[in-house]
């Protein structure tokens, strides 16, 4: 578990990240699945609410390498690798290739498996 001054370093660095756009992170995610978890689930979720990314299968769908994610979240590439095998593996998250060109993976949450 997180300590508070840890929780709060983490909502700074992420608050930072966005250029001064706060996020407020679900306890519940939180203590589900981790700060860096929930860090990462509501970076999607607030994706999908604005439309960003590609509608596909009926589903909307956010792009991202893992140096894309990890720098716009500080979290480091190995966090978050284990992260994204996480949620996929419990069915949180759904993760797939969209473009044969680049080797981007784009991810859309199940919200019924939350």
Request: charged fraction near 30%.
């Amino acid at each position: 578990m997180y300590s508070e001054e840890q929780y709060v370093r983490s909502l700074e660095q992420y608050w930072r990240s966005f250029g001064g756009k706060v996020f407020v992170l679900p306890q519940k995610l939180c203590l589900k699945y981790g700060v860096k978890a929930a860090k990462f689930l509501t970076h999607i979720h607030h994706g999908i609410e604005k439309k960003c990314g590609e509608f596909h299968e009926d589903r909307q769908w956010i792009g991202g390498t893992y140096e894309q994610w990890s720098e716009q979240l500080c979290i480091s590439d190995r966090t978050l690798r284990r992260i994204v095998k996480q949620l996929t593996d419990e069915g949180v998250i759904l993760v797939k290739k969209l473009s044969r060109r680049d080797r981007t993976n784009f991810y859309t949450i199940d919200y019924g498996a939350l």
